[in-house]
C-alpha cells in the first residue's frame, strides 16, 4: 500500500463464508432482480439504473439493499454462467439476499458498523472475509 492509499476495516456479520478480493463495484440504489438482471451476461437491465448494462462479474458488488419481490435470486444465477460478482456487501437484505449467495456461493457480508455504501467507491479496493464478517476497503486513489 502507498502512503496515498488508505485503509479502511469494516466489521459486520457473515451471511456466506470464504474470502473474495476485486474491485469495488457501488450502487447507491437498490438493486431489483426480477427481470432486471441478466444472468447470462452478468449484468442489471432495469432502465434508468445507474447500473444498467456495468458488467459486475468478478466484481465486489456494493449494494444498499434489494427492491421488489423475488427476482433478486436471479443475481445468484449468474454463477450458472460464470458472470457472477465476487461477494455481496450489502447494506440491509432479507431472505432473498441470503438465497443468492448461497445459490452463487460467494463471500457475503452484511449489518456492518458503517454504512459500506457511503465508505465504499466504485473502483476502490474491497476485501471481503466471509468466515469473518469483514470488509477491508483500499481506497483509489485520487489523482
Not at 437491465?45 to 433478486?72: D, M, Q
Not at 456461493?105 to 468466515?131: A, F, W
Request: hydrophobic share 40%.
Amino acid at each position: 500500500m502507498t502512503a496515498e492509499e488508505k485503509k479502511i476495516v469494516l466489521r459486520g456479520r457473515k451471511v456466506v463464508g470464504g474470502i473474495a478480493a476485486g474491485e469495488a463495484l457501488v450502487s447507491k440504489e437498490p438493486l431489483m432482480g426480477w427481470l432486471n438482471v441478466k444472468a447470462e451476461k452478468g449484468y442489471t437491465t432495469e432502465r434508468n439504473h445507474p447500473l444498467c448494462g456495468v458488467p459486475f462479474k468478478g466484481k465486489i458488488l456494493v449494494f444498499p439493499t434489494p427492491r421488489g419481490s423475488g427476482g433478486f435470486v436471479g443475481y445468484g444465477r449468474t454463477v450458472n454462467f460464470g458472470t457472477n460478482p465476487a461477494a455481496f456487501v450489502y447494506t440491509k437484505g432479507n431472505n432473498l439476499t441470503v438465497f443468492a449467495a448461497m445459490n452463487a456461493n460467494i463471500p457475503t457480508v452484511t449489518d456492518l458498523d458503517q454504512d459500506p455504501v457511503q465508505v465504499i467507491e466504485t473502483g476502490d479496493y474491497v476485501i471481503v472475509n466471509g468466515d469473518a464478517g469483514t470488509v477491508e476497503v483500499i481506497k483509489k486513489e485520487q489523482n
